[in-house]
């Protein structure tokens, strides 16, 4: 090579060189001056309330979990003979069918997808507390030693049973024999989708929880307001009637304006100036307790989860298991949480299939949640099929091996 062109692809080197360094620096230049409009932003909203930024307590660095979490997850075979004929039974003039629709008791064929998902995913968990009326799937595999096989006698009080609501088994979910104080409750449409830890759960032995309050979406279908935000509200009164929001908050501004929400912080801001509150933000994904709260809320509002747990069905006249959820945060006793962009909700309908098989696919998302919901009541029962089969085939590419938790195929 010539000492010319030598001398050019020198310069030609160093000059890429530079130009990275440039890029470099107005990175860092960038991400400096972010973290400043962060800190003046946190400052304007904390100042008019006497918080400026010595005020604030930082949040505790994460410590290893050193306690066991168990995992607990209902099911129901609303096909079943003998349980179609019990529901009968109990089933009145009265009863809200529009809360209580057939789609909440379809079992779609998937639960041991469920057991594999854990299984591979979340190997680190203590135990998995199986609940349901009795009824028990021809696969699993009860002797294994992580598997406890729970009825609703086991610990629903005699006065409730038998049972078809949802919110007097979740409400009483913490009289389980043997569950450990820390659990991760799962309905039966909510999958593990990649690898998680404890520390996704739980920091320093607390949940991780969302603590905006976003009032909640009013929404109208044929016959007005959904049931499901008619009893939302009902835990909504309760925690106002139960807490000074305005004291919750300035208890723990650290947690109510985190730097994890981030401009959406301004809106806990608004409940701060008006001391109530008229919604939180809540995705239907897993719940994450601790037993005290349940405790707690039965000793100060027995009457009202009494009432609630009479019903055979769900009504708009109950409180519903997102309640605890709402009492961990205005006492404090949470960590909070960004909304869970990981966590991901899919209606069942033809519309959403070729969505959930990417989601399926990518394992973007930590938890999926394939909910039988109003638009799956509008399929027919070809596409209900096509959506059945479609995605159990998604998930059988997806965990194809049997998990332990499976009885051994012999044949």
Not at 293 to 301: M, T
Request: proline residues 5%; aromatic residues 16%; contains cysteine.
């Amino acid at each position: 090579m010539s000492e010319a062109r030598r001398t050019i692809t020198n310069e030609a080197n160093c000059s890429i060189i530079d130009g990275k360094r440039v890029l470099l620096y107005l990175r860092l230049r960038m991400i400096i001056t972010m973290r400043s409009i962060i800190r003046r932003a946190e400052n304007c909203l904390l100042r008019p309330y006497g918080w400026g930024k010595s005020q604030v307590q930082r949040l505790q660095k994460p410590r290893p979990v050193n306690f066991p979490i168990d995992f607990v997850i209902t099911w129901v075979d609303g096909s079943d003979p003998e349980w179609r004929k019990s529901r009968a039974l109990y089933m009145q003039k009265d009863v809200d069918y529009e809360g209580n629709p057939e789609s909440r008791y379809r079992d779609w064929g998937w639960l041991k997808y469920w057991f594999r998902a854990v299984e591979q995913y979340a190997p680190w968990v203590n135990k998995v507390y199986f609940v349901t009326c009795g009824q028990k799937p021809d696969w699993l595999n009860l002797q294994h030693e992580k598997l406890v096989f729970v009825t609703h006698q086991d610990f629903i009080p005699a006065e409730y049973l038998p049972t078809f609501n949802s919110n007097t088994i979740e409400l009483n979910l913490w009289r389980i024999p043997g569950l450990s104080e820390h659990f991760v409750y799962f309905n039966d449409d909510v999958f593990l989708n990649r690898p998680v830890m404890p520390e996704d759960f739980f920091h320093n032995g607390l949940p991780k929880l969302c603590s905006l309050a976003i009032p909640f979406r009013y929404m109208y279908y044929e016959n007005g307001l959904d049931k499901w935000f008619r009893m939302a509200l009902n835990d909504i009164a309760v925690i106002n009637s139960s807490f000074d929001i305005r004291e919750a908050i300035r208890k723990h501004p650290e947690k109510f304006f985190s730097y994890v929400f981030r401009r959406q912080a301004k809106i806990n801001k608004m409940i701060f100036d008006y001391n109530g509150i008229a919604g939180m933000f809540h995705t239907h994904t897993v719940q994450i307790f601790q037993k005290e709260v349940f405790r707690e809320i039965w000793n100060r509002w027995s009457a009202v989860l009494d009432r609630t747990c009479r019903f055979r069905f769900r009504n708009e006249e109950q409180v519903t298991p997102f309640l605890p959820a709402l009492w961990q945060i205005f006492e404090g006793e949470y960590y909070p949480e960004r909304i869970r962009y990981f966590d991901k909700y899919f209606p069942l309908a033809s519309h959403t299939l070729q969505q959930v098989l990417e989601a399926l696919r990518s394992g973007k998302h930590r938890f999926l949640c394939l909910n039988d919901a109003k638009e799956t009541d509008r399929e027919t029962d070809d596409a209900i099929c096509t959506i059945q089969k479609t995605i159990k085939h998604a998930m059988e590419a997806k965990f194809p091996d049997s998990s332990r938790y499976e009885k051994i195929d012999l044949s």
